[in-house]
Nanobody, 115 residues
Framework: QVQLVESGGGLVQPGGSLRLSCAASGSINSINVMGWFRQVPGKQRELVAH???????NYASSVKGRFTISRDNAKNTVYLQMNSLKPEDTAVYFC?????????WGQGTQVTVSS
């Protein structure tokens, strides 16, 4: 069983930066993609960014150029560097590791962008 533990959320002013981390415990050999999603109350969870085992990366258009996803295979960890944060980035951020027969979610971490 894989468990994902997120950290790094918090309160930041507009224009500021945060770095989210998601560390996996257990075997992730079946995992093909690591990603970050976010959700605000009353809205569907949306993909922010994902990175495949081959290194391909995809970003939502709303965060392209401001957010950077990366991974440390030795630590089974995926990161989301968020720069130039905007109030509309406020959400609960979830990490997600998935493969053909696997789908794991973290507990979520709150990111609030406000002055």
């Amino acid at each position: 069983q894989v468990q994902l533990v997120e950290s790094g959320g918090g309160l930041v002013q507009p224009g500021g930066s945060l770095r989210l981390s998601c560390a996996a415990s257990g075997s992730i050999n079946s995992i093909n993609v690591m990603g970050w999603f976010r959700q605000v109350p009353g809205k569907q969870r949306e993909l922010v960014a994902h990175i495949t085992t081959s290194g391909r990366i995809n970003y939502a258009s709303s965060v392209k150029g401001r957010f950077t996803i990366s991974r440390d295979n030795a630590k089974n960890t995926v990161y989301l560097q968020m720069n130039s944060l905007k109030p509309e980035d406020t959400a609960v951020y979830f990490c997600n590791f998935w493969g053909l027969s696997s789908d794991y979610w973290g507990q979520g971490t709150q990111v609030t962008v406000s002055s």
